[in-house]
Every structure is written in C-alpha cells, then in structure tokens.
C-alpha cells in the first residue's frame, strides 16, 4: 500500500549531461504525472507546485514547450535545479 502512493505520487527523470550544464530538466515524459493545463507556450501554462526534496524549498512553475514543435519541454522555472542536481549530487545518466 505506501509503495502504491509512493509510485503514485512520483516519476523519475533521465539526466542528462546538457541538463546538468545548463541547470534544466526536460519533462518530455512521464507527462501523465502533470495536469494538461501546466503546459504551455510563453508562459501560459496554470503555474504547478515542485516540493524540493532535501532543500525544504516548495516552488511554482509550468512546463514550456518547443517553439517549433509545440511539444512539452523542460520546467520554465530553472533558478532552483543546479542547487537540486548539487545538493543530490546528481550526474548525467542517473534517473
């Protein structure tokens, strides 16, 4: 049952070494996690709550999209991922 929640309340997603570089993470996939409305072109997306595991921090972000494409992106917001991949110690490749 609480590994139910857990799964139910959490994705895991691809690093890659640009995201690591460029402090982004792209959220192309799992988007059954996020509600349709958070995705959206300059800045258009209905604002979304990230709970900061470890930095005690709650932040407001949508997800953008590809100009070209219209496909879902990375987080618009990006000011806290360096100090989350940092704090973690994540490297390019860990999921």
């Known amino acids: 049952m609480i590994q139910e929640t857990l799964e139910s ?8 070494a640009g995201n690591i570089k460029y402090k982004h993470l792209y959220v192309r996939e799992p ?4 509600p349709p409305d958070c995705v959206g072109r300059a800045r258009k997306g209905k604002a979304i709550e990230l709970v900061l595991d470890g930095l005690n921090q709650v932040i407001e972000t949508d997800i953008c999209v590809d100009a070209k ?19 973690h110690g994540i490297v390019a490749g860990m999921c």
């Open 9 to 16: 309340t959490r994705r895991l997603l691809k690093v890659t």
């Open 69 to 87: 494409t219209g496909k879902p992106r990375f987080f618009r917001r990006r000011d806290w991922v360096g100090a989350f991949f940092e704090h």
């Open 31 to 34: 988007l059954d996690f996020f």
